[in-house]
């Protein structure tokens, strides 16, 4: 996905527990992850189908981004994930 330097976007997935509950789910939007991100924020999975939207302005370097997790084992479901300027 590119990204255009100083648009504003807003990031919508749903997320439940999988195998794992209560994990604490974040999403990343920046350059490649070297310490530059424009968006670092988190959910907490719960057993139910939960809608989480976060919004962030891309950067000149905004390239990347990525899901990660504090779990050990198991796994959590996302769905309906969608980055749209806003």
Known sequence: ???VNGVYYKA???LKDGTAASVTVS???GDTFRGAEVLDESAASTSSWVTHTFYF???ATTDSVCFSSDFLSGNYE???FSIVPD
Do not use: E, G, I, W
């Open 12 to 14: 919508v997935f749903d």
């Open 1 to 3: 996905m590119a990204f």
């Open 78 to 80: 996302l769905k309906n």
């Open 27 to 29: 999403l990343l939007a």
């Open 57 to 59: 302005t891309a950067s």
